[in-house]
């Protein structure tokens, strides 16, 4: 099984800045097969980035996804309110399993 | 609209079953292959289960194989999951999901999400 491993626990940063997300996978995810969700209080978590760094529908470009092999990385440039939630990373190559998850909250 | 209202959760003893539903709207059911995932209480996200367009394929994590039963009705738009000998680790809310891909087999990649339903073990 494929173990991902999420850094930070908890980022905490101000609306304007820039957000950095790790996924850090214990073997090499075949055909980058990786996915970022964010999932809200009391939602249900949306899927944001496919393929390691395709955007999915309704998602603004101030998202962005990248990395290959074990180590990924989700971007967000310019934090709005609305973009302080958790989020996790899933492979998909393997079976399928998620990270931890990186809480981001409002400094 | 895609939709997927889950149903059927509740407490439940440990070592009894449950049969958890999902109703779906707004795409083309045959289409897709369909998942369960679960997220215990203040936890994070654990994949269950798929099953293909046709249920012809199946797959279970290795934490509820041999236990729950996926499987889907296409006349009804329905997918289930029938959970047998509960545990109190089984206590989680249990989302069921839409493949992204249209094809005959999956990539467990979930697009749409219902508002999952909750199944809590306890004595």
């Known amino acids: 099984e494929i173990v991902l491993t999420q850094s930070p626990g908890t980022l905490s940063l101000s609306p304007g800045e820039r957000a950095t997300l790790s996924c850090r996978a214990s073997q090499s995810v075949s055909g980058s097969y990786l996915a970022w969700y964010q999932q809200k209080p009391g939602q249900a978590p949306r899927l944001l980035i496919y393929?390691?760094?395709n955007r999915a529908t309704g998602f603004p470009d101030r998202f962005s996804g990248s990395g290959s092999g074990t180590d990924f990385t989700l971007t967000i440039s310019r934090l709005e309110p609305e973009d302080f939630a958790v989020y996790y990373c899933?492979?998909?190559?393997?079976?399928?399993?998620f990270g931890q998850g990186t809480r981001l909250e409002i400094k | 609209e895609v939709q997927l209202v889950e149903s059927g959760g509740g407490l439940v003893q440990p070592g009894r079953s449950l049969r958890l539903s999902c109703a779906a709207s707004?795409?083309?059911?045959?289409?897709?292959?369909m998942h369960w995932v679960r997220q215990a209480p203040g936890k994070g996200l654990e994949w269950v289960s798929t099953?293909?367009?046709?249920?012809?394929?199946?797959d279970y994590a290795d934490s509820v194989k041999g236990r729950f039963t996926i499987s889907r009705d296409n006349a009804k738009n329905s997918l289930y999951l029938q959970m047998n000998s509960l545990r109190a680790e089984d206590t989680a809310l249990y989302y069921c999901g839409k493949d992204f891909t249209d094809s005959s087999g999956w990539q467990k990649l979930l697009d749409y999400w219902g508002q999952g339903t909750l199944v809590t073990v306890s004595s």
């Open positions: 099953i293909n367009w046709n249920g012809g394929s199946i």
């Open positions: 393929g390691a760094s």
């Open positions: 899933q492979q998909y190559g393997s079976s399928s399993t």
């Open positions: 707004g795409f083309t059911f045959t289409d897709y292959a």
